[in-house]
């Protein structure tokens, strides 16, 4: 049996898009919100057994992963986020890059010497490396329209991902992936699919509420600002935080959303200009992880937001 586990977000989808669209497999697929990482967990696989995982943290599956290696399956593992120790077991193959610069999609990308190329500049794109994914687009005969559609849809793909159900979601990842790949391309999905025109029209919806948005603290060198616990805000706290990166590149950034519990849902991007720390310090709150230029926290307690606004300051400010 195959199993296919990816992050819901572009890199995972755009990872796995590019290794099926060249090794096709009749796999199940395990996947979930973008923040929904403890994956392995969820399979039971035997001997024989072929197991692809994409775009989560090896540290955050580690047991998981020890017990499907145990049991004598094959596992193929890619991913740019904090691994910790890689296990060393003939029947694991891993490519793991934590730089800055690089994700998953562009990791599977050199592993395929470019054989879906388009599909890893949207994953770049999607992952706010847009460097990244320029450089890696000079390998692309296209125009500037065309590549500012790939930025698009790498943006709505990861615009998807956020939220912490599945129900909040425009598209649950896994239906998601199967609609882009009958796709001829992510030129061809932009195109004309009417699902990407879904994905559009309701990111610049969300966003368009996260406009008006002000900064709870804010200084040269870090902001904060807070979400509604609303189904909009839950949707772009990734993208938005992608947002206030980009618009100004040597400020650190934090977007806090209130969750349903009365904790909060945390999304840390460093400054563009200095892309280390976020996994860091976002490590230092129980259910924190990530990679260092962006890290999150999926449950951070009430009592403990003036302890992360005060860690956060001090990292960066």
């Not at 709870?216 to 206030?244: C, M, Q």
């Amino acid at each position: 049996m195959d199993y296919d586990i990816f992050n819901g977000d572009a890199d995972g989808i755009c990872a796995l898009l590019q290794l099926r669209k060249v090794e096709p497999r009749d796999a199940t697929l395990v996947t979930g919100v973008k923040r929904d990482i403890n994956l392995m967990a969820k399979i039971d696989a035997a001997a024989g057994d072929r197991v692809t995982v994409l775009d989560v943290s090896m540290d955050k599956n580690k047991a998981a992963l020890e017990t499907v290696l145990g049991k004598g399956a094959e596992v193929f593992y890619v991913d740019h986020h904090f691994a910790g120790e890689i296990p060393e077991n003939p029947a694991l193959t891993s490519i793991i890059n934590e730089a800055p610069d690089v994700c998953t999609a562009a990791l599977v990308n050199g592993h395929l010497r470019g054989a879906q190329l388009p599909w890893a500049v949207a994953g770049a794109f999607g992952d706010n490396l847009k460097d990244t994914a320029r450089k890696l687009a000079e390998g692309l005969d296209i125009s500037a329209d065309d590549l500012a559609a790939l930025e698009r849809l790498g943006t709505c793909i990861n615009y998807n991902g956020y939220g912490p159900a599945i129900e909040d979601l425009h598209f649950d990842p896994a239906e998601l992936y199967q609609r882009l790949y009958l796709a001829d391309g992510p030129l061809d999905f932009v195109a004309s699919s009417p699902d990407y025109v879904k994905l559009s029209e309701g990111y610049d919806s969300d966003m368009g509420q996260a406009e008006s948005l002000q900064p709870e603290h804010a200084t040269e060198k870090v902001a904060v600002f807070i979400l509604p616990n609303e189904a909009w805000a839950r949707r772009v706290s990734g993208v938005y935080s992608n947002d206030l990166a980009t618009g100004n590149p040597g400020r650190a950034h934090a977007v806090v959303t209130v969750k349903d519990n009365g904790n909060y849902l945390v999304s840390v991007r460093a400054p563009l200009s200095n892309k280390q720390g976020a996994a860091e310090l976002c490590m230092k709150f129980p259910t924190g992880g990530g990679r260092a230029a962006a890290a999150g926290i999926n449950d951070l307690p009430a009592s403990e937001l003036d302890n992360f606004v005060a860690a956060f300051s001090a990292a960066y400010g």
